[in-house]
């Protein structure tokens, strides 16, 4: 059991992927919860880290669900692990803004690690504050304070749940609000269509002021600056982090119009700057007019997002 395995060192891994930050929130509470018991833990995105800790005795996964599945770079980033000699102990989480709503995302990934050899013993799905600002209105923030307090509640009890040795798997549920039609339309819909063509609907009003910040935080690299303005690629997740960090709010999608006055939503504790800033080179800017005072104006707002 691995309670009897904190009595010595264990090393623990633990891997997310985060638009706005609740997947990291929830890993970086068990990180803590596992420290203070005695293990050895290290939090990576998959942003930043290409394999898992061949010498870990326990790995743990947090993933965002995204119209009833995981995001495709975590699928493929999952699909590029290599198959482990020795099975290790594995759990999987998932945050969603409607835990009703997890589809199969929990499946997704457990059916993945299972096949390279990892032995998944606890799953669930996390309740945290939905981001998709485009197409809805998230919660405001204090309303969001209290879905991460009580995110952050059930963290630390998975965490001791895990360390106690407790075996659980989240049960697949078809959502209420949803015909296993609809369900299964609207899966498949995103996963086909929807994530390789949504990148294509994204605008930027006239507040937009060049000023790069999207660039600079986008996780996979998909938004590059082009005549003054942000341009998106095929690479887009649709995770929300540009449109929930623009400072003018000038991000938003065709048909769904502007997101002027309405509420945007990040977890206040996740950096990904300082994130983005361990692997990435900075930002080079194309075809930019005043330069220098935008670029001095992108510093300030960037510092915002930094530790």
């Known amino acids: 059991m691995l309670s009897r395995a904190v009595e010595f060192i264990m090393n623990v891994d633990l891997i997310y992927f985060s638009g706005t930050g609740n997947s990291y ?5 068990c990180k803590d919860i596992l420290i203070q018991s005695g293990c050895k833990a290290t939090l990576s995105s998959i942003t930043e880290k290409s394999s898992i800790n061949g010498n870990a005795h326990l790995v743990g996964f947090c993933f965002p669900v995204y119209a009833f599945g995981i995001p495709r770079i975590c699928k493929k980033y999952l699909l590029s692990l290599p198959k482990v000699k020795h099975p290790i102990n594995t759990f999987v989480l998932i945050t969603a803004g409607d835990p009703d709503e ?12 299972k096949n390279k050899g990892l032995n998944v013993t606890y799953s669930e799905v996390v309740h945290m504050p939905a981001n998709w600002t485009v197409s809805m209105d998230p919660p405001s923030k204090e309303e969001a304070q209290t879905i991460i307090n009580n995110g952050v509640t059930r963290a630390k009890k998975i965490a001791q ?3 106690n040795g407790r075996l659980h798997h989240h049960a697949f549920n078809y959502p209420s609000r949803y015909s296993k ?24 009003d ?21 005549n003054e303005k942000p341009k998106w690629a095929n690479t887009c997740e649709q995770c929300m982090r540009c449109v929930n960090y623009c400072p003018k ?14 509420n945007t939503y990040y977890e206040p504790t996740f950096k990904p700057m300082k994130i983005k800033n361990r692997k990435d080179k900075p930002m080079k800017i194309k075809n930019r007019k005043d330069n220098k005072a935008n670029a001095t104006d992108a510093k300030g707002r960037a510092a915002d997002w930094r530790s």
């Not at 006239?206 to 082009?226: A, R």
């Open 25 to 29: 929130r929830i890993l970086d509470t």
């Open 102 to 113: 997890s589809g199969f995302s929990v499946n997704e990934s457990t059916i993945i690690l």
């Open 161 to 163: 749940d895990i360390l």
């Open 181 to 204: 039609l609809g369900f299964y339309k609207e899966y498949y819909l995103f996963k086909w269509l929807g994530v390789s063509n949504l990148w294509r609907d994204f605008r930027t």
């Open 206 to 226: 006239g507040t937009c002021d060049s000023c790069g910040l999207c660039e600079k935080l986008c996780p996979t690299g998909s938004i590059h600056i082009v």
């Open 249 to 262: 709010q000038a991000i938003f999608q065709k048909g769904e119009g502007s997101i002027k006055g309405k």
